[in-house]
T-cell receptor
């Protein structure tokens, strides 16, 4: 079993749709969690950290479920510019382990 | 803003060459990392360093070595490049403190080994 697993997608959604991604992790000692966005042929960029109580940044909401060992990302009112690959990561100690990413295509 | 700079965006080398990839960060971060990213495999950790002159193997260290002589610089070395090392290489850094400190990535080096 991979340490971090994501549905690779692709998710194809129309503009304005709500889309949700999940990410499961196997290391119960993981301390911190993140969502990154990666555009084609670019580096991953931090989208948001994920806090235990859940957190929101505009149209984006992240949640953590420690009991079931997954994190989620909800995107509301999808824009064309949201098209990208979304990577989840979790850190325990020095290392951050990343999922392979979920591809999102938002269509007009 | 954190700035992580990789020396080359695109690099083409020949099989058997010794290849150096350089990474510099300007935020005095203790921890630095080298990953490679391949389609369908995601980000795989090659080596990391938590201090000057300290290094630890990641998940796929074979065929690579690293050097951390100064805090701001972390170099990845392909001792004798092979075609299966063609990939996107990403450097990252983060501060030493444990807790909710994310990694910040450089803009990557696309390396082709012919």
């Amino acid at each position: 079993r991979k340490e971090v697993e994501q549905d690779p997608g692709p998710f194809n959604v129309p503009e304005g749709a709500t889309v949700a991604f999940n990410c499961t992790y196997s290391n119960s000692a993981s301390q911190s969690f993140f969502w990154y966005r990666q555009d084609c042929r670019k580096e991953p960029k931090l989208l948001m950290s994920v806090y235990s109580s859940g957190n929101e940044d505009g149209r984006f909401t992240a949640q953590l479920n420690r009991a079931s060992q997954y994190i989620s990302l909800l995107i509301r009112d999808s824009k064309l510019s949201d098209s990208a690959t979304y990577l989840c990561g979790n850190t325990g100690g020095f290392k951050t382990i990343f999922g392979a990413g979920t591809r999102l295509f938002v269509k007009a | 803003d954190v700035k992580v700079t990789q020396s080359s965006r695109y690099l083409v080398k020949r099989t058997g060459e010794k290849v150096f990839l350089e990474c510099v960060q300007d935020m005095d971060h203790e921890n630095m990392f080298w990953y490679r990213q391949d389609p369908g495999l995601g980000l795989r950790l090659i080596y990391f360093s938590y201090d000057v002159k300290m290094k630890e193997k990641g998940d796929i260290p074979e065929g690579y070595s690293v050097s951390r002589e100064k805090k701001e610089r972390f170099s990845l070395i392909l001792e004798s490049a092979s075609t299966n090392q063609t990939s996107m290489y990403l450097c990252a850094s983060r501060p030493r403190e444990l807790g909710d400190q994310p990694q910040h990535f450089g803009d990557g080096t696309r390396l082709s080994i012919l």
